[in-house]
């Protein structure tokens, strides 16, 4: 334990500097912890950082509104529902949506 007899007398001793420090360290410490169990499971925890937060967020509601078929919330398939009504417009709100897959082809 150093200089101190007690963890009472540290924490009395300690200046907010210090203090500031050990909470720094402690919370880069987390971090790199959780970057290398995720790095053990095949994940990158950096990849996409630099995306803006409140795009990736409508991204996902995207990907979850949509069922997995659209990644980018700009796309028409992404307004389905509540969204749409939110919107103003969309699929099941004015606008109807198919795949292709079943359109015939009109020469023949």
Request: aromatic share 8%.
């Amino acid at each position: 334990m150093g200089i101190w007899k007690s963890y009472e007398e540290l924490e009395d001793s300690i200046s907010m500097p210090e203090l500031s420090a050990i909470l720094i360290a402690k919370i880069e410490e987390d971090n790199t912890n959780r970057k290398f169990l995720a790095a053990m499971q095949g994940v990158d925890i950096d990849k996409g950082s630099s995306k803006d937060p409140q795009k990736e967020w409508e991204d996902l509601k995207a990907r979850a509104f949509s069922g997995g078929k659209v990644t980018d919330s700009n796309d028409i398939v992404s307004l389905q529902g509540q969204t749409a009504k939110q919107k103003g417009f969309g699929i099941g709100n004015g606008l109807e949506y198919s795949s292709g897959n079943n359109v015939k082809n009109p020469f023949g």
